[in-house]
């Protein structure tokens, strides 16, 4: 499988960057591995429509269009506010993709894991494979363990960065035994821990079970800027000057925090940063 491992050089530190992107052309990054086993399950199901979540920028609609119009699946996309008289970059993608998008109020997003508003999507959709947004439940978590290689065994530490924790709880899944994953929040709220540990009960089938893994994961959680898709002209300048000495494209949702909390660690074990793809979301900010 086609992946870039580099060792990086940068403000005085020296780390390997395993880049996701060039998994695949259009829908590389860690969303390849989390849809890979939902789209298997949803043809073994016996469907031929997937139905999924996000906003206007989704790393994961953008990848969920690209992969289902590849594998021959019929895509829907519900996406968070009301319908903008001019598409996003990724919105554009997705209906040139074949994605329908379905465009839903803030409030109405908020219900979308409730019962009630399943069965709403169906009355008016038909039916569908649910996947969540960004294809974060067991099927994902599974993908996500198939991220690290071989080459990557010798890697004391392996950092990622966190929306849902899925990627990471498949990370944590498959270290060996000297190794620790560390995972940086996009998020403030200080619940990302909770949310890694709860894919990885859901995963390994019990809650005990994912107690044993409680040593084997930290979580970064003042690494996120003022928030999801927060940035500041500190963050901007990282992602630049990273590009300018190193040729890597970094943005600033999730892959530029990660390196930023990286660069501040104390560590002197060998560290692998995993660069989860998402440059396409660039197009959102005014860099």
């Known amino acids: 499988m086609p992946t870039v491992h580099k060792t990086i050089q940068y403000q005085g530190k020296e780390f390997e960057i395993k880049l996701l992107d060039f998994i695949h052309p259009t829908y590389g990054g860690n969303k390849f591995y989390k849809l890979k086993y939902n789209l298997e399950q949803a043809r073994h199901a016996g469907r031929d429509t997937i139905l999924t979540f996000g906003g206007a920028w989704s790393n994961h609609i953008y990848a969920t269009a690209a992969a ?26 997705a209906k040139e993709k074949g994605m329908k998008l379905f465009f839903v109020s803030r409030g109405e997003y908020r219900e979308k894991d409730e019962p009630f508003f399943k069965a709403w999507l169906r009355d008016e959709l038909g039916s569908f494979y649910l996947i969540p947004e ?3 439940n067991f099927y994902g978590v599974q993908g996500c363990t198939e991220i690290l290689g ?7 530490e392996i950092w990622c960065s966190c929306g849902t924790g899925a990627t990471l709880a498949g990370i944590i899944l498959s270290l060996q035994s000297n190794q ?7 998020l403030k709220g200080g619940f990302m821990r909770d949310e890694v540990t709860k894919h990885l009960a859901f995963a390994l ?15 970064v959680d003042d690494a996120h ?5 927060k940035t500041t002209p500190e ?8 590009k300018k000495e190193t040729g890597i494209q970094l943005e600033p949702v999730y892959t530029a925090k ?29 860099l």
């Open 225 to 229: 800027f003022g928030g999801y898709a």
């Open 68 to 93: 289902c119009a590849e594998n021959a699946f019929k895509s829907i996309g519900v996406i968070r506010g009301e319908e903008p008289k001019e598409y996003s970059a990724t919105l554009r993608f």
């Open 134 to 136: 960004g294809g974060s």
């Open 150 to 156: 071989k080459g990557e065994r010798q890697c004391d």
């Open 235 to 242: 963050l901007i300048d990282l992602i630049k000057d990273f």
């Open 180 to 186: 620790k994953a560390i995972g940086v929040s996009a």
């Open 205 to 219: 089938g019990s809650v005990e079970a994912a107690r044993e893994y409680s040593d084997r994961f930290e979580i």
């Open 258 to 286: 990660m390196i930023w909390a990286l660069l501040r660690s104390h560590s002197k074990s060998n560290q692998l940063a995993i660069h989860t793809g998402g440059v396409q979301g660039l197009a959102g900010f005014a």
